[in-house]
């Protein structure tokens, strides 16, 4: 019912070698929805390869005295057409806190960019038992009502090779549906990311309440994510 949607997260990477060719894996395909985010610097050439694509945050003024920033509105008339949200990596290196998250999420709807938002407890939080109060309260915020995705990212799985295990994954992502509201609930579309590769994403994406991922590292090796998205074709 819900179909796949498989992000390639290219952080403070360049563009993979071939991926703005034309026939990359990153283009779009049949059955799944494959969207990137590369940095600012290669929007324009995911744009013109016909890669559907967003920035890693945006801020949500649209122009103005902000020395160093890009807009949404700014990605949004370059020809993007999602935008990604509180990604652990702000949260942790520029202090985004989830009000500031869910005031870039209501600035990219305004906008017409689709959202997709991270949300995740750090390994501390997760020790101390309290996930899914980190999580709960940083989807409380969020305008459910509306077309958006999530990303639940266990920060202690992002980049680390530490995959949450399946039943984890699944147990807080059935979490996150219940916190939806019931006519969106079975609509909304929740990724997990943190250390997807090849030889994870079938029991991960095989879970009832996991819809796709957001992919860092994998992301940037075309064959890895290529298999990625072949795995959710198959699974569709
Ligand atoms: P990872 O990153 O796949 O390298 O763990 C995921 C992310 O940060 O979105």
Redesign the pocket.
């Known amino acids: 019912m819900r179909k796949y949607l498989i992000a390639g ?1 290219w952080k403070m990477n360049s563009a993979p070698s071939g991926a703005l060719d034309s026939g990359s894996t990153y283009q779009t395909h049949a059955d799944v929805d494959v969207v990137v985010f590369p940095s600012f610097l290669d929007l324009p050439g995911c744009i013109d390869a016909k890669i559907l694509c967003g920035p890693q945050h945006g801020h949500t003024e649209d122009h103005g005295a902000h020395t160093g920033d890009v807009s949404l509105k700014m990605c949004k008339d370059l020809g993007c057409l999602y935008a990604l949200c509180g ?1 652990s990596e702000r949260r942790a290196d520029h202090g985004e806190t989830n009000e500031d998250v869910a005031a870039q999420c209501i600035a990219a709807l305004e906008l017409g960019l689709h959202p997709v938002v991270c949300v995740g407890e750090t390994e501390s939080e997760r020790d101390a038992g309290k996930e899914k109060d980190i999580v709960k309260a940083q989807i409380a915020v969020l305008p459910l009502e509306s077309e958006i995705t999530i990303a639940y ?1 266990p920060v202690w ?3 680390t090779g530490k995959t949450a295990s399946p039943e984890q994954a699944q147990e807080m992502h059935a979490f996150i549906r219940s916190l939806i509201p019931e006519d969106r609930r079975d609509v909304t579309r929740i990724l997990y ?4 590769k090849p030889d994870n994403a079938e029991e991960l994406l095989s879970q009832d309440d996991i819809d796709g991922g ?5 992301s940037l090796k075309p064959t890895d994510f290529g298999a990625i998205v072949e795995m959710a074709t198959s699974l569709s």
């Open positions: 997260n990604h990212e799985a992002i980049g990311g943190g250390s997807m957001l992919i860092g590292g994998a």
